[in-house]
């Protein structure tokens, strides 16, 4: 009973949540510039004073938009960039 509860729980929690908008973004390391130029990505950070306000990837510039932390023992951060 009280796994089906928590399972119930966290699904509903993921779809009303949105639990994977953070995971849509593609990864800075793949972008390959022989291809299209994505729109947005995201960027892992050492700490948060390594995030910078613009990127330039493929000759374009992305302006920081979100950062989080992600919560590892490390204290790492990721970065979302938009155009």
């Given at each position: 009973m009280f796994k089906k509860l928590v399972a119930g729980a966290l699904t509903a929690g993921f779809l009303l949540g949105?639990?994977?908008s953070a995971f849509a973004y593609v990864d800075a390391d793949t972008i390959d510039?022989?291809?299209t130029v994505p729109?947005?990505?995201q960027m892992k950070a050492p700490s948060l004073g390594s995030i910078g306000s613009t990127v330039t990837?493929?000759?374009k510039t992305f302006y920081l938009k979100d950062k989080f932390a992600n919560g590892d023992a490390f204290g790492t951060w990721t970065a979302i960039?938009?155009?």
């Amino acid at each position: 009973m009280f796994k089906k509860l928590v399972a119930g729980a966290l699904t509903a929690g993921f779809l009303l949540g949105g639990a994977g908008s953070a995971f849509a973004y593609v990864d800075a390391d793949t972008i390959d510039c022989s291809k299209t130029v994505p729109d947005a990505f995201q960027m892992k950070a050492p700490s948060l004073g390594s995030i910078g306000s613009t990127v330039t990837k493929c000759g374009k510039t992305f302006y920081l938009k979100d950062k989080f932390a992600n919560g590892d023992a490390f204290g790492t951060w990721t970065a979302i960039y938009k155009r």
